[in-house]
């Protein structure tokens, strides 16, 4: 199997992000709202503290930034136009617009060396083809002093996330090839591999960052039932449906399948409960 280059698989996940981006805000936002949350606690922002969401989706770790700090020292980026969009549209909706959102690559971030106090990623780095490169970028633009901080996942999917990803292969059997490709198979072991918080903490002390901590936590997603829990799990899914080329009415025989299927499960099994570390650092000085 030919093995992607680091620009070819940027491209592969950066296509990803772009189907996924105009479901994220109704269907992944309240999974991943609590981590934000933690993230941001973590980091504890002082007032007058210049903060950035880095790979920011639709903005949760800005807004939890602007909570504590003001939109106006907040600013947001992520390497995919269409999810900066919908951020920007569902800033706007949030009352808060002046929190400026920029198309801008991890790997390569254009802003001044020094130009915040905190930088907060929300379990992106993982899929950074190069993250020791976005981790010494993310030291050059933090003041001295300043502290920036990673979400990793810790601990295995659900039951139920099990089930639904064994029953969408059995109902679209047509993704299983697409999930073999090259990008998709880099991808996976990309995650995999740098999703580990030991091995995020190790790239951190190479890009140089002083005082590195790890806090583990654990929170739970309620996703209510059947219907709510599986238009969430397709929302994650969209490049993989695209790429298999169902149609509308195709797509709504399988979302009834899932359905049917994961609604006999008992109401509990759709809180999902996860595991997170933080992964604090601070650039050295000030």
Same mark, same amino acid.
């Given at each position: 199997? =030919?093995?992607?280059?680091?620009?070819?698989?940027?491209?592969? $996940?950066?296509?990803?992000?772009?189907?996924?981006?105009?479901?994220?805000?109704?269907?992944?936002?309240?999974? %991943?709202?609590? =981590?934000?949350?933690?993230?941001?606690? *973590?980091?504890?922002?002082?007032?007058?503290?210049?903060?950035?969401?880095?790979?920011?989706?639709?903005?949760?770790?800005?807004?939890?930034?602007?909570?504590?700090?003001?939109?106006?020292?907040?600013?947001?980026?992520?390497?995919?136009? @269409?999810?900066?969009?919908?951020?920007?549209?569902?800033?706007?909706?949030?009352?808060?617009?002046?929190?400026?959102?920029?198309? #801008?690559?991890?790997?390569? /971030?254009?802003? =001044?060396?020094?130009?915040?106090?905190?930088?907060?990623?929300?379990?992106?780095?993982?899929?950074?083809?190069?993250?020791?490169?976005?981790? &010494? !970028? @993310?030291?050059?633009?933090?003041?001295?002093?300043?502290?920036? !901080? %990673?979400?990793?996942?810790?601990? %295995?999917?659900?039951? $139920?996330? /099990?089930?639904?990803?064994?029953?969408?292969?059995?109902?679209?059997?047509?993704?299983?090839?697409?999930?073999?490709?090259?990008?998709?198979? +880099?991808?996976?072991?990309? +995650?995999?591999?740098?999703?580990? =918080?030991? &091995? #995020?903490?190790?790239? /951190?002390?190479?890009?140089?960052?002083?005082? $590195?901590?790890? &806090?583990?936590?654990?929170?739970?997603?309620?996703? @209510?039932? +059947?219907?709510? %829990?599986? *238009?969430? /799990?397709?929302?994650?899914?969209?490049?993989?449906?695209?790429?298999? !080329?169902?149609?509308?009415?195709?797509?709504?025989?399988?979302?009834?399948?899932?359905?049917?299927?994961?609604?006999?499960?008992?109401?509990?099994?759709?809180?999902?409960?996860?595991?997170?570390?933080?992964?604090?650092?601070?650039?050295?000085?000030?």
């Amino acid at each position: 199997m =030919p093995r992607p280059t680091p620009s070819e698989l940027k491209a592969h $996940i950066r296509a990803d992000y772009d189907a996924a981006a105009p479901g994220w805000e109704p269907y992944m936002a309240p999974y %991943f709202r609590v =981590p934000a949350a933690r993230l941001v606690s *973590d980091l504890s922002p002082r007032r007058g503290d210049r903060c950035l969401d880095l790979a920011c989706g639709s903005g949760l770790v800005a807004r939890a930034f602007a909570a504590r700090v003001g939109g106006h020292l907040v600013s947001a980026c992520d390497f995919s136009a @269409v999810q900066v969009d919908e951020a920007r549209t569902v800033l706007q909706a949030a009352g808060m617009a002046e929190i400026a959102v920029r198309v #801008m690559d991890a790997e390569h /971030m254009a802003y =001044p060396e020094g130009s915040f106090e905190r930088v907060g990623c929300g379990f992106g780095l993982s899929h950074f083809p190069r993250p020791l490169v976005a981790l &010494r !970028g @993310v030291w050059r633009v933090l003041s001295p002093g300043g502290r920036a !901080g %990673f979400t990793v996942w810790n601990g %295995f999917a659900s039951n $139920i996330r /099990m089930r639904f990803d064994e029953l969408l292969l059995q109902l679209v059997p047509a993704m299983e090839a697409w999930t073999s490709s090259p990008c998709e198979v +880099a991808f996976g072991r990309l +995650a995999d591999r740098n999703g580990r =918080p030991e &091995r #995020m903490a190790e790239l /951190m002390r190479r890009a140089e960052f002083a005082g $590195i901590e790890q &806090r583990t936590h654990q929170f739970a997603a309620d996703y @209510v039932d +059947a219907p709510t %829990f599986v *238009d969430a /799990m397709l929302a994650r899914a969209e490049r993989d449906l695209r790429e298999v !080329g169902l149609d509308a009415e195709e797509r709504a025989g399988v979302r009834a399948e899932l359905v049917a299927d994961l609604g006999a499960y008992p109401r509990e099994s759709f809180v999902v409960r996860r595991g997170f570390v933080t992964l604090l650092g601070a650039r050295p000085g000030g």
